[in-house]
């Protein structure tokens, strides 16, 4: 890409000019789409975090590994009571069964396996029951929910996630509860104000923090119940046992018995409730709800308006989530897998690329070359390029084309007096124009365009031009190398250039797609210029559209590393914005302005189903998922495996370390500056997503650029080395 160079604004994205006398009128920028992406991402991180709650922190141990503390504050009454607690005034209540009534209870649920199969024995036998469900099941299969109250059986809340409440803060404790009222209004229309604590058993067990969670419980309007009978078929002790320790209690004394249709194989559950259902009637035994045992009013009742409203959204919310894991995943692997084919093919074509290139092109090319530098207010460094290119070891002029500059550039340019140096005056009309105005001017057929802000090494023109030995060779890329690497910013650039850009291009070259000569040090044949019509004003990355151009007109375009130009990157993160951001817009109007490549034969077929989908592909649409994989690998540290998500993410940046490495070893750089390279990952890779989303979205909108001059900071030079 070209470095920055104030000109008329071109027309944005296609079909979308509105062109005045002076270039496009630009619209007022965008905002909303940063809105939308906040919100986006606002909303994904909602829901992976509601997705993470409610699937990784549900407890899943057994109902005999809670730990007990001390019983010190729990009343007497409550311990020495019945096993339905109300504790919502100061003096706590609790109420036993009647004698004679056996209320059965299934906690877990439901269970798309063991639920069925436990209802269909109560309708078998005419028994209603108490379902404490828990409030994740109950959204994953509310149909199981609205059976069970369509067939007469009372729902109870067993939290939201099965946590022990004892241990939990207050904050979830609400959370737990709130949550379950709305699991059950969106699946069954429902609310109880019934409670089952996970890790609870009979109102003698309860422990301090168990009573302080009973408490708070009992206020916000719960009745918590308790069990008088464990039927210990959570320990699967067999189908015989669970009936005998079910029926060995004698007499006719009330009891609510503990039994589960979920967390596990209930099988042995389920065989043992239809030989006990029998045999407890045959005692004379009175089956109820929990309601009825204790001679309460029904605690179950319809949902308002909103609530169920809510709890039908909350549900679609966590079948969202679901959906959205496994699109992410899939997306997730799609895009590591792709990225691995990506750092393989490139590293390989870098390979076969060094390997082709100790090749010569053919007879010396030794003809003299005219090179065009545009300039607009390039006092500060204009004569450092200059002297670089007159200090050449192939023969050049040189024509400066000064495109209205108001620091005095031409007359500094005059001054110098430099040897092969013509000086070109114009109004100010953009780069496109001053380009022009030098290919008209020059006298050879070989030209070579660099921006003002760029030196050359002595023997750059000379590798530069040696290609056009092969006549199918229409423009040629250099070597672009940054200048000012100090600092962080200077350096992430620096490794930018070396690993990104140059080894890309090797593969452009390799598969004769390439879409990019930078117009900081590129080649061009005249006759090949003049045929495709000059220098395009319609896009904002000209030496983009200008490559495209000519591959479009059949020519080869190719890439020679060992003609090396220096530039000046942005030295602060504000400019750099602004530079990729016209950059990456410019790059999406010329796909578009040429994107009937795609269907065509030919060199230009090759630029549209190779280059142009590998840009769609790597420059485009994986930059644009990429805030999202940041958000999931957030999620994945939060409630997946962190140890996992970290080894990835190391594997991840060894590959991109051992690129770099080879990279730079391809370039003849020192390896020291890829020390920054993971620091890159966290801070300038986002950034440079983030201009992606801000192109693309300006793109859509038709929203009009200006050209925005890169401030030179005079550092101008031929560096000693790498």
């Known amino acids: 890409m070209s470095t920055t160079h104030r000109r008329r604004t071109p027309a944005p994205a296609p079909g979308r000019a509105r062109r005045g006398r002076r270039g496009v009128v630009r619209q007022g920028p965008v905002r909303t789409h940063w809105l939308l992406l906040t919100a986006l991402l606002l909303t994904l991180s909602g829901a992976l975090l509601l997705q993470g709650y409610t699937q990784h922190s549900f407890d899943d141990r057994p109902d005999q590994s809670a730990t007990h503390t001390g019983a010190n504050g729990v009343p007497a009454a409550v311990r020495d009571g019945g096993p339905v607690i109300d504790a919502a005034g100061p003096q706590a209540r609790s109420a036993a069964p009647r004698p004679g009534t056996v209320a059965l209870t299934f906690d877990d649920g439901p269970d798309p396996a063991w639920t069925p199969q436990v209802l269909d024995v109560l309708r078998r036998e005419g028994v209603h029951a108490t379902f404490f469900v828990v409030g994740t099941q109950a959204a994953e299969h509310p149909d ?35 949550e379950s009222q709305l699991a059950l209004a969106g699946s069954a229309g429902v609310t109880s104000s019934l409670l089952r ?108 308006t909103a609530d169920r409203l809510q709890g039908t959204a909350f549900i679609w919310i966590l079948r969202g989530g679901d959906r959205t894991l496994t699109v992410l995943d899939w997306l997730l692997w799609a895009a590591g897998a792709i990225s691995v084919l990506r750092a393989v093919a490139v590293l390989v074509a870098a390979r076969r690329h060094k390997r082709m290139r100790r090749r010569p092109w053919g007879p010396p090319v030794t003809e003299p070359v005219s090179v065009i530098v545009p300039a607009y207010n390039e006092s500060a460094g204009i004569e450092a390029a200059l002297r670089s290119l007159l200090a050449s070891d192939h023969p050049v002029e040189l024509i400066v084309v000064d495109d209205g500059s108001t620091d005095g550039t031409a007359d500094l340019v005059e001054s110098l007096d430099l040897p092969y140096t013509r000086v070109i005056r114009q109004e100010n009309a953009g780069k496109p124009a001053a380009l022009n105005t030098g290919i008209a001017a020059a006298r050879a057929e070989l030209l070579v365009m660099v921006d003002g802000d760029t030196v050359f090494e002595p023997d750059a023109v000379r590798h530069l031009v040696q290609p056009f030995a092969d006549p199918s060779v229409g423009a040629v890329s250099g070597n672009a190398k940054v200048i000012n690497r100090g600092g962080l910013l200077g350096r992430w650039q620096h490794i930018e250039y070396v690993v990104g850009f140059n080894l890309d291009r090797r593969l452009f070259d390799l598969a004769e797609c390439m879409p990019t000569v930078p ?4 080649a061009f044949r005249r006759s090949a210029l003049l045929a495709a019509g000059g220098v395009g004003e319609e896009t904002l990355a000209e030496d ?179």
């Open 197 to 304: 604590p996970p890790y609870s058993s009979e109102a003698q067990a309860l422990d301090d923090r168990e009573w302080d969670a009973v408490r708070q419980a009992g206020q916000a309007g719960y009745l918590t119940v308790l069990t008088t009978q464990d039927s210990e078929d959570w320990r699967r002790p067999g189908t015989e046992q669970i009936v005998r320790t079910v029926d060995a209690v004698p007499g006719t004394a009330g009891r609510i018995v503990l039994m589960h249709d979920a967390g596990g194989d209930r099988s042995q559950t389920v065989a043992a409730l239809s030989a006990l259902l029998p045999r407890l009637k045959a005692r004379g035994l009175h089956f109820a709800t929990v309601s009825e045992a204790v001679g309460l009013a029904d605690p179950v009742h319809r949902a308002g």
């Open 144 to 178: 199981l929910v609205r059976r069970m109250v369509a067939e007469g059986h009372q729902i109870g809340v067993h939290t939201f996630t099965h946590t022990d409440l004892g241990p939990a803060p207050g904050w979830r404790r609400s959370l737990e509860l709130r």
């Open 544 to 722: 983009t559209d200008l490559t495209m151009a000519l591959c479009r007109a059949g020519w080869r375009v190719v890439y020679e590393e060992k003609a090396k130009a220096w530039t000046e990157a942005p030295a602060s993160l504000s400019a750099l914005w602004r530079q990729r951001y016209r950059w990456c817009y410019g790059t999406l109007q010329a796909m578009w302005k040429h994107r009937g490549a795609l269907v065509q034969g030919g060199q230009a077929g090759k630029l549209g189903r190779r280059g142009l989908l590998y840009l769609l592909m790597f420059q485009v649409l994986l930059p644009l998922l990429a805030p999202v994989v940041d958000v999931f690998a957030l999620y994945g540290l939060a409630f997946l495996d962190p140890v996992r998500i970290i080894g990835l993410w190391a594997a991840f940046l060894l590959v991109q370390m051992l690129m770099g490495a080879y990279a730079f070893r391809l370039d003849r750089e020192r390896l020291g500056p890829l020390w920054s390279l993971p620091l890159q990952q966290f801070v300038y890779r986002q950034l440079m997503y983030l201009v992606v989303i801000q192109s693309v979205c300006t793109a859509l909108a038709g929203s009009r650029l200006r050209w925005q001059r890169m401030q030179r900071y005079g550092t101008l030079r031929v560096p000693a080395g790498g």
């Open 519 to 522: 117009g900081a040090v590129g």
